[in-house]
């Protein structure tokens, strides 16, 4: 079966080459944690994590144990972190996967020395410090109470120590500094204690292209990995290559006499004899329905207006004056005829983040990795 002809098309070798780019910018002296949670900003994390190991990549990171299992089972050696939420209970499944959970506050700390009290070679953890985004993480108050914590856990081994940065994307807060400052004294206290601090890092892909003071050992680039830059603005980020084309066909061709509503509530009404293109794709894909008179597709090259209401399967384009056919190729996202629509277009329409856009591309959306 043909099936519907919306898909997305990832080329990984574009993330290899994003990576090598980062790599090269950080130094080999520092490590990277390739981000991959979210199935990889909607990229597919198992083919994006088997191919940036082909390039050397040996330290990644998801958000749960869930993602980090899927990447075991999905034949990914290395270092993988978890970023996120981690349940002392699952200490041994952790320990068995090869996982390496975070610990971002005293009661879930106690409970893992609990856990792992009994366990012959320790579990490794990376520590979570909040330096000012108020989040999770230990905040400097309790780093005491946490080193006194930790001397007495022979079932946890501290080899990193990480947070994250609020503001990176803004080249002029005073913030970033401020946290740089905070996690050097909070990495200060461990050292002093004899805990850890195993690998430091902080910078996300916006620091690795903006702020180098926030490098330390390792870096943990996520969006630019997947080529694109963490601010709209044109910089350092030109360079790095957009991995992700999502396309769809024109399924239905349609002359509407001016003054014609279309769409769903007939919020658009026709000024003008128009060519209307119906797309097989809608908000359940995640073209969403904001995207309603404030997007545009590439079809036949051109930029051409969504017009009416997307739904949940069906979006409608403007094709006047452009000789729109049925099953003629629509980008969605992506460059066309030298033409193109970015995840920063997209998240602009629908006054969002490249993140949410990427991240936002339905599972009902094949994948597929041209050779």
Not at 314 to 339: F, P, S
Request: with cysteine; glycine share 12%.
């Amino acid at each position: 079966m043909n099936g519907r002809p919306t898909f997305a098309s990832v080329s990984v070798d574009a993330i290899a080459r994003n990576y090598r780019l980062l790599r090269d910018r950080v130094g080999a002296q520092r490590g990277l944690f390739c981000v991959v949670k979210g199935d990889a900003y909607g990229h597919g994390a198992a083919r994006v994590a088997r191919r940036l190991a082909l390039e050397g990549a040996s330290r990644f990171a998801v958000a749960v144990a869930e993602e980090g299992i899927a990447l075991r089972r999905a034949g990914v050696e290395g270092e993988i972190l978890l970023l996120n939420y981690s349940d002392p209970a699952d200490a041994g499944a952790l320990r068995a996967y090869g996982l390496v959970p975070s610990l971002y506050d005293l009661r879930q700390a106690r409970l893992f020395v609990e856990a792992t009290r009994t366990f012959a070679e320790p579990l490794s953890v990376h520590l979570k410090l909040d330096t000012g985004m108020g989040r999770i993480g230990f905040p400097p108050r309790e780093l005491g109470a946490v080193t006194d914590l930790l001397r007495r856990a022979p079932g946890l081994r501290v080899t990193g120590t990480f947070s994250n940065l609020a503001c990176a994307e803004d080249l002029h807060s005073p913030r970033t500094a401020r946290q740089v400052e905070v996690l050097e004294a909070g990495v200060a206290t461990l050292s002093a204690a004899g805990v850890g601090p195993g690998i430091v890092h902080l910078a996300n892909s916006a620091a690795i292209l903006f702020h180098r003071g926030t490098w330390f050992d390792a870096v943990r680039p996520g969006l630019a990995l997947y080529g694109v830059g963490p601010s709209s603005d044109a910089g350092k980020e030109d360079a790095l290559t957009p991995a992700l084309t999502l396309e769809s066909r024109v399924m239905a061709v349609n002359e509407a006499a001016p003054g014609t509503p279309l769409g769903y509530g007939g919020r658009f009404v026709t000024q003008r004899p128009s060519t209307i293109a119906v797309l097989p794709i809608g908000y359940h894909d995640g073209f969403r329905r904001s995207f309603s008179g404030r997007a545009r597709v590439l079809l036949r090259g051109k930029e051409v207006p969504v017009v009416g209401a997307v739904s949940m399967d069906l979006t409608l384009v403007d094709a006047t004056d452009t000789g729109a056919q049925n099953r003629d190729r629509v980008v969605c996202l992506g460059i066309e005829g030298g033409n193109r629509v970015t995840a920063w277009d997209l998240a602009r329409a629908a006054e969002t983040i490249p993140y949410e856009i990427l991240c936002g591309i339905g599972s009902r959306v094949p994948r597929v990795y041209p050779p």
